[in-house]
T-cell receptor
Framework: NAGVMQNPRHLVRRRGQEARLRCSPM?????VYWYRQLPEEGLKFMVY????????ESGMPKERFSAEFPKEGPSILRIQQVVRGDSAAYFC????????????FGDGTRLSIL | TQLLEQSPQFLSIQEGENLTVYCNSS?????LQWYRQEPGEGPVLLVT?????EVKKLKRLTFQFGDARKDSSLHITAAQTGDTGLYLC???????????FGTGTRLKVLA
């Protein structure tokens, strides 16, 4: 979907395990955003990153959640010690050199917690 | 807290009919995006509007940004079954990057 690649598409974890969600932005895009979507709801902003920098993580829970966008490789959203309430679709978006450029979304990772 | 309210929440119409969905806020946005999302997929960008009063057309879809940049509408002419999906508006604040998403309008076009 628009070149943003997310994997895995589906992830099942048991309570207490760790979940790692990956996002490769569109070619040439250096801004990455993570959003969360619950069923029947809109997307909620979690975190905004540029290469090796977290610009804004105000939408991300303070505990158990972390994100990174290393110099090489995909952006990673990491959820430690998952709980049932973490079950959701997690979407990554990327934009061009300027954060005012429109954001293009991947197809998401559907996380299910047993 | 900025909110974007979309209406109607659900809309079921016959193929060939026209429809309008709305995206309203009490806040000003520097730009507003419309996306369509299908089940199991990510939102696909349809259009970005940035100027108050701006009108953009994409085939049978017409998008308008309100003069005060607080609201927007999407009009579909002669709807087709392929238009079925969740339509989301997302506002960007001046000078920031966070999108505020509306809760969406779920459109179903019946053959």
């Amino acid at each position: 979907n628009a070149g943003v690649m997310q994997n895995p598409r589906h992830l099942v974890r048991r309570r207490g395990q760790e979940a790692r969600l990956r996002c490769s932005p569109m070619k040439g895009h250096s801004h990455v955003y993570w959003y969360r979507q619950l069923p029947e709801e809109g997307l909620k902003f979690m975190v905004y990153l540029q290469k090796e920098n977290i610009i804004d993580e105000s939408g991300m829970p303070k505990e158990r959640f972390s994100a990174e966008f290393p110099k090489e490789g995909p952006s990673i959203l990491r959820i430690q010690q998952v709980v049932r309430g973490d079950s959701a679709a997690y979407f990554c978006a990327s934009s061009l050199w300027d954060s005012n450029q429109p954001q293009h979304f991947g197809d998401g990772t559907r996380l299910s917690i047993l | 807290t900025q909110l974007l309210e979309q209406s109607p929440q659900f809309l079921s119409i016959q193929e060939g009919e026209n429809l309008t969905v709305y995206c309203n806020s009490s806040s000003v946005f520097s730009s507003l995006q419309w996306y369509r999302q299908e089940p199991g997929e990510g939102p696909v960008l349809l259009v970005t509007v940035v100027t108050g009063g701006e009108v953009k057309k994409l085939k049978r879809l017409t998008f308008q940004f309100g003069d005060a940049r607080k609201d927007s509408s999407l009009h579909i002419t002669a709807a087709q079954t392929g238009d079925t999906g969740l339509y989301l508006c997302a506002g960007a604040n001046p000078g920031t990057y966070k999108y505020i998403f509306g809760t969406g309008t779920r459109l179903k076009v019946l053959a």
